[in-house]
């Protein structure tokens, strides 16, 4: 793309579903989004658009209206990742940690329905053959929300803010790989139980420190 998306195109991308990048616009709109190499039309009825890799970073990377400049960056290396800031009004899967996590509320457990469905479909549409057992090119720019969506959609209950009572994923150094934590061997047997059903691997580690077993999950390629 040689310029930035205009106002409108901007707003087209800014509402496309959260985990598909399905897009809702005007033909035109849609088309300018395609040329600039943003956006895809899907080859099958009922042919709707869908974000490209590059329309999800453009989405991802801009900064929101009235933010203020970033801080200079600071050394984490020694500071384990957080969770996400809490609900925006945008779905996001569960990592364990959100101070809000709530009870299985019917809204909730639509919303997630919903998105997992979304990621399966994104599967369909974006792996070389169309399979929907292993996954795709977002997880992998995605690993710690994939990962966190396919536990909470199968039912899987996140950690609260203390993180004693249920899962938390959260990033590693190592490429294309998660860390799951638990409160115990059954959550994390649990979990990577339904983690390889979604087309993950997993395996059970010792923190060398703490002796405290955690996952360590990669999405699967074949």
Not at 57 to 66: M, N, S, Y
Not at 164 to 178: H, I, K, N
Request: glycine share 10%; charged share 25%.
């Amino acid at each position: 793309m040689t310029r930035p998306p205009t106002a409108a195109q901007r707003r087209v991308i800014d509402a496309a579903e959260p985990v598909t990048g399905r897009l809702r616009g005007t033909a035109t709109q849609l088309a300018a989004l395609v040329r600039h190499g943003l956006a895809f039309r899907h080859p099958r009825p009922p042919h709707d658009h869908f974000l490209t890799p590059a329309g999800h970073r453009t989405r991802e990377d801009a900064p929101a209206p009235g933010a203020t400049p970033a801080a200079a960056p600071q050394d984490t290396s020694r500071v384990a990742p957080e969770p996400p800031p809490a609900d925006n009004g945008v779905f996001a899967a569960r990592v364990g940690g959100e101070e809000d996590t709530g009870q299985a509320a019917p809204s909730r457990a639509r919303e997630v329905h919903s998105a997992w469905q979304g990621l399966l479909e994104l599967r369909r549409m974006t792996n070389p053959d169309g399979g929907t057992d292993r996954p795709c090119g977002w997880e992998r720019a995605h690993l710690v929300r994939a990962a966190a969506l396919a536990l909470e959609a199968a039912g899987h209950r996140p950690a609260g803010p203390r993180g004693a009572d249920g899962y938390r994923v959260r990033a590693t150094p190592q490429p294309e790989a998660v860390a799951v934590h638990g409160p115990d061997d059954a959550t994390l047997r649990a979990c990577a139980a339904t983690l390889e059903t979604a087309g993950w691997q997993a395996g059970e580690h010792t923190d060398p420190r703490t002796r405290a077993r955690y996952l360590l999950a990669s999405p699967r390629r074949v």
